[in-house]
């Protein structure tokens, strides 16, 4: 900048140099005109007195701020003038105070006039206590002087501290806290006071003076809620308590309506990291309370900063039609509205073409902190939250949607009323089906029942059942169907079912037993191999069951599997019996006498049969073998002459 060049300000300056000039040259005529008129044994005047021989603090400083605004227009009007030079008084102190924009000349002019005024404040006591001195070495005494010095030097005293006081208080600048953003950093060091080196004056009065505290930190409220402004369209609903343990195994929602609001949120969500924080911030309490409007729902959210987020989510209301719907809808039925009543949302009513619950896209979130996610962790936290409102209350959702509680049961009983009404004028009422009491209590006669038709001698064979792709296997449905004829026979001819006391592994040999042959066609191993499966047998056992079945039914497969001891009387006669056939003599155990051999065996029931096994010589593999007879000799016949036994 050239020293030709006029700046904004200069005006200002020159007329705030002047006032301070004169408010010294008037203090200094005060004091020496005092001085003048002061006793020989002085005493320390009232304080109005010197208050009122002296000009007040503030002179210089009110002078300033009236001079700066038509000051500063003239300079501004002189800056547009190329050919305008400098003034003869310019600095660069008042260079860097003209430099400031708009409000700043004030402020700097405050700031140099409270300077300039301790500087001078300075300079006059310096040089009033020169004066003082040699007057009290002409003619004064020792403690007249002492006492004038003391009560001058208090009037200073109290003079300096009014000053600084007022500029403090009622010329106070911005904080620094409420200008960092805007303020330049030399202006922020001199609001708080933070001097260069040179300007001793400056520290040392700052030193006999504690400086203003700094601004408290604002006060957040516990809630952020009112309550009191609650209306039908307006409700608010206090925060839930923290969860004792972690959601995240487990449904958020307890209700199908609530779990239905989470599934719109987590569907539409972009990033599921941030569903889990915001899941997390649900569990633990973090949101405060939840007010509620038709289209809205508004909360604050606390995260890792002191002041909470404000969280809102939006949600398009339902148009007339779709309430008309509704309302017919619940009106139709009234379980419907019973169910209301009790806070619970029938699912019928969901689906009655008004489209109550929201889709993935639905949902707009929206919160003021700096995440960009759509959405963030504070709007999950609010969603989550909002979710356990639905499951407590359903007219939530009638809420968000545009109507509230009220209306809607309103809305409801008028309906209903009018329906009921209509029905009245249209006709009587329709007779109710039924029967008569005195008709149901008459005593009459019933006919006779038909005689029962002739048993049929067998069971007729099921149709053939076609293989479908997909469907049931042909084969069990074959199966199940043959074997349900042959109960419902038996169960025709002789009164009892024969398989309604058998076990599972009794139940699967007989089933097993049915088919012809042991498993030697394709059909038959398979069903061999399922039912073993079924049972945790072998088809191997399952094989030798099915022998033993077909030889006595289950009291065949109770002496394969059942060894028991059998009373003295018919086993003690079975042993002379078999040696009186030529047989040499079998080795009795328990209810079995095994040949010598151990090739043959014969095996007592519980029936009182014989039933006869065979084996290859040396090996405990017994198979059943011929039919059971009540004479041992008897139950032999067939598996071989007495030459080969």
């Known amino acids: 900048m050239t020293t030709g060049e006029q700046r904004p300000g200069d005006a200002a300056r020159r007329a705030l140099r002047a006032a ?79 430099g400031a924009a708009g ?23 310096g040089s009033r206590r020169g004066r003082r001195t040699s007057a009290r070495s002409v003619g004064s005494s020792p403690a007249s002087a002492r006492t004038g010095a003391e009560s001058r030097t208090t009037a200073r005293v109290q003079a300096a501290h009014d000053m600084r006081q007022f500029l403090a208080n009622a010329f106070r600048m911005p904080s620094v806290a409420d200008s960092a953003d805007t303020a330049d950093p030399a202006d922020t060091a001199q609001a708080t006071g933070d001097y260069t080196a040179t300007d001793a004056t400056p520290r040392e009065a700052d030193r006999t003076e504690p400086r203003p505290p700094a601004p408290a930190p604002p006060q957040i409220p516990a809630t952020m809620a009112t309550p009191h402004r609650d209306t039908e369209l307006r409700r608010t609903f206090p925060p839930f308590p923290p969860r004792e343990g972690s959601s995240a195994d487990f449904a958020f929602a307890e209700t199908w309506w609530g779990n239905a609001w989470v599934d719109a949120l987590e569907q539409g969500a972009l990033d599921v990291k941030r569903l889990g924080r915001g899941r997390g911030y649900a569990d633990q309490g973090h ?6 409007t038709p289209g809205l729902v508004l909360a604050y959210v606390r995260g890792s900063r002191p002041r909470p987020y404000r969280v809102q989510v939006r949600l398009r209301t339902l148009e007339d039609a779709d309430w008309e719907r509704f309302l017919d809808a619940a009106a139709d039925r009234p379980g419907h509205i019973a169910a ?24 707009a979130p929206q919160c003021s902190c700096p995440d960009s996610g759509h959405p963030c962790k504070h709007a999950a936290a609010l969603c989550y939250q909002t979710a356990r409102l639905l499951d407590a209350d359903p007219f939530v959702l009638l809420l968000l949607r545009g109507r509230g509680e009220k209306g809607l049961l309103d809305a409801l009983s008028r309906r209903s009323a009018a329906r009921a009404a209509r029905a009245a004028q249209e ?50 449905l074959d199966q199940l169907a043959t074997d349900a ?16 006391e058998l076990t599972l592994w009794q139940d699967a040999v007989r089933l097993a037993a049915a088919r012809p042959g042991s498993g030697l066609t394709a ?69 079995r006498l095994t040949h010598p051999r151990g090739h043959v065996q014969l095996r007592l029931g519980r029936d009182g049969l014989w039933y006869a096994y065979e084996s290859e010589p040396g090996q405990d593999d017994w198979w059943p073998r011929g039919t059971p007879d009540l004479d041992p000799v008897g139950a032999l016949t067939g598996l071989g002459t007495p030459d080969d036994l």
């Not at 700043?104 to 140099?112: C, G, I, K, Y």
Request: charged content about 25%; some cysteine; proline content about 15%.
């Open 485 to 500: 004829a042959a109960r419902a026979h038996a169960l025709l001819a002789t009164g009892r079912d024969p398989v309604g």
């Open 20 to 98: 301070r000039e004169r408010a010294e040259a008037e203090r200094e005529k005060a004091e020496e005109a005092a001085e003048a008129k002061r006793p020989e044994h002085p005493t320390e005047p009232p304080p109005e007195r010197a208050a009122t021989a002296r000009p007040r603090p503030a002179d210089a400083a009110r002078a300033a701020l009236r001079s700066a605004v038509p000051a500063r227009r003239d300079a501004d009007a002189a800056t547009a003038e190329p050919g305008d030079s400098a003034g003869p008084g310019d600095t660069d102190e008042t260079r860097a105070i003209g």
């Open 523 to 591: 059909t038959t191993r398979t069903l061999y191999a399922t039912l073993a499966a079924a049972t945790d047998r072998t088809t191997g056992d399952l094989a030798r069951a099915v022998a033993a079945w077909r030889q006595g039914g289950p009291e065949g497969l109770a002496v394969l599997e059942e060894p028991w001891d059998p009373p003295a009387g018919r086993f003690d006669r079975a042993r002379p019996l078999l040696l009186a056939a030529d047989l040499p003599a079998f080795r009795p155990w328990r209810n």
């Open 340 to 363: 209301l009543l009790d806070k619970e949302l029938p699912q019928s009513l969901a689906d009655c073409g008004a489209p109550l619950l929201p889709g993935p896209r639905d949902l």
């Open 427 to 476: 006709g009587s009422p329709r007779s109710l089906p039924g029967v008569r009491a005195a008709e149901a209590l008459a005593p009459r006669q019933l006919p006779p029942l038909p005689m029962p038709l002739p048993v049929p001698p067998h069971p007729e064979q099921p149709p053939v059942y076609p293989a479908a792709p997909g469907g049931p296997d042909p084969f069990a």
């Open 103 to 125: 409000g700043s000349a004030a402020r700097e002019a405050l700031r140099a006039a409270r300077q300039k005024a301790l500087r001078a404040e300075a300079e006059a006591a």
């Open 287 to 292: 949101v405060d309370a939840i007010t509620v």
